[in-house]
């Protein structure tokens, strides 16, 4: 039985998919056929310069890692309902984070 979704829970998932599949696109690419490095380069490349909101004392602008953490489970979640991917593997997730708090942290 299928869990009952927020409406704003719904679109945000729905948001971070079409931005994920408009990048996919460029690259000739797609939700069904990407690899988790095409994830990983469609975060670290694409999603963290693009959405930052934080204004560092040097007048830097960064990505909050709580935006990350937001954004992650919504496409973790999208992905769930892709035929033939049955979700993202938590490592591929993992991965992504780990090499995300890396570059916000150098």
């Known amino acids: 039985m299928a869990q009952a979704v927020q409406p ?19 690259r000739h690419c797609s939700l069904t056929t990407c690899s988790p490095e ?13 959405h930052t909101g ?4 040097t ?4 990505t909050a890692l709580s935006s990350l953490a937001n954004m992650l489970p ?8 892709i035929e ?3 979700g993202l593997p ?5 991965a992504a984070r780990q090499s995300c708090a890396q570059q ?3």
Not at 38 to 50: E, F, Q
Not at 54 to 57: A, C
Not at 74 to 81: G, R, V
């Open 38 to 50: 095409a994830l990983l380069d469609y975060v670290t490349m694409h999603w963290l310069p693009k």
């Open 90 to 94: 938590a490592s591929e997730w993992g």
């Open 74 to 81: 919504h496409l973790s979640s999208h992905f769930e309902h």
């Open 54 to 57: 934080l204004e560092l004392l």
């Open 59 to 62: 007048g830097e602008r960064v």
């Open 104 to 106: 916000l942290h150098s």
């Open 84 to 86: 033939g991917r049955n």
């Open 8 to 26: 704003a829970t719904a679109a945000a998932r729905e948001r971070h998919a079409a931005e994920l599949q408009q990048w996919l696109a460029s």
